[in-house]
C-alpha cells in the first residue's frame, strides 16, 4: 500500500504542477478488462481528478467505455458520450492519406490518395484511422524491403492485410487454435 500511496501523492503532486484542464485517456477499454474492483476503482480516480484538480477527463475506446460509463446513474450523468464516426472515402479520407505519406521516409511518390489505392486503403481499414495507419505502415515497410520505394496496390495486396470485423474468422486465427 504504501507504494501505491505514493504513487498517487506523485500523480496529484504532477496534476498540481501542470494543472491541465482535460486529460485524454485513449484505448479506455483496455482498462475495463481488470477485475471489477481495479475497475471501481479506476472510476473512483477518474470522479477524484474532476473533482480535486478540476480535470475533465476524456475517455476514447470502443463501445465496452460507453456500456461501463452507462452501468450506473452516477458514471453516466459524469460524461457526455459522442461517438467518433469512422472515415468516409471522401477528400477528407485522401487528405489523411497525403498526410501519411508525407510522414513516410519512401525515395517515390505513392499516391495513396488517389482512387485505386485510396479505396483499397479504406475498404482494408473499414474506415478507422488505427487500421488506415496500421495498413500504411505496413505497406511502406514492405516498399522499403522489396526496393520499391513506393506503395503500390500490389504491395498492400502482398501484406495480406485482414479487416478488423473479419479477423476472428481469419486464416491465422483458426491456425492457432
Known amino acids: 500500500w504504501r507504494s501505491l500511496s505514493r504513487a498517487s501523492e506523485q500523480v496529484d503532486h504532477l496534476l498540481d504542477s501542470l494543472k491541465p484542464r482535460l486529460l485524454i485517456f485513449d484505448e479506455f477499454h483496455s482498462a475495463l478488462r481488470g477485475r471489477r474492483q481495479d475497475?471501481?476503482?479506476?472510476?473512483?480516480?477518474?470522479?477524484?481528478?474532476?473533482?480535486v484538480h478540476d480535470i475533465s477527463p476524456v475517455l476514447v475506446g470502443e463501445i465496452a467505455v460507453y456500456d461501463a460509463l452507462h452501468d450506473t446513474e452516477e458514471m453516466g450523468s459524469r460524461f457526455d458520450t459522442v461517438p467518433v464516426p469512422r472515415w468516409g472515402f471522401d477528400e477528407d479520407f485522401a487528405t489523411l492519406?497525403?498526410?501519411?505519406e508525407a510522414s513516410m521516409p519512401l525515395a517515390h511518390a505513392s499516391n495513396l490518395s488517389l482512387p485505386p489505392l485510396a479505396r483499397m486503403i479504406h475498404d482494408l481499414?473499414?474506415?478507422l484511422i488505427g487500421e488506415v495507419v496500421d495498413i500504411v505502415t505496413r505497406g511502406a515497410v514492405a516498399a522499403v524491403e522489396?526496393?520499391?520505394?513506393r506503395i503500390t496496390s500490389s504491395t498492400i495486396m502482398a501484406l495480406g492485410y485482414v479487416p478488423l470485423s473479419r479477423r476472428r474468422n481469419s486464416n491465422?486465427?483458426?491456425a492457432m487454435t
Do not use: P, T, W, Y
Not at 146 to 149: D, K, L, P, T
Open 97 to 100: 492519406l497525403d498526410s501519411l
Open 39 to 51: 475497475v471501481k476503482a479506476i472510476f473512483s480516480f477518474l470522479r477524484r481528478i474532476a473533482r
Open 125 to 127: 481499414s473499414e474506415g
Open 146 to 149: 522489396n526496393g520499391e520505394e
Open 172 to 174: 491465422l486465427r483458426h
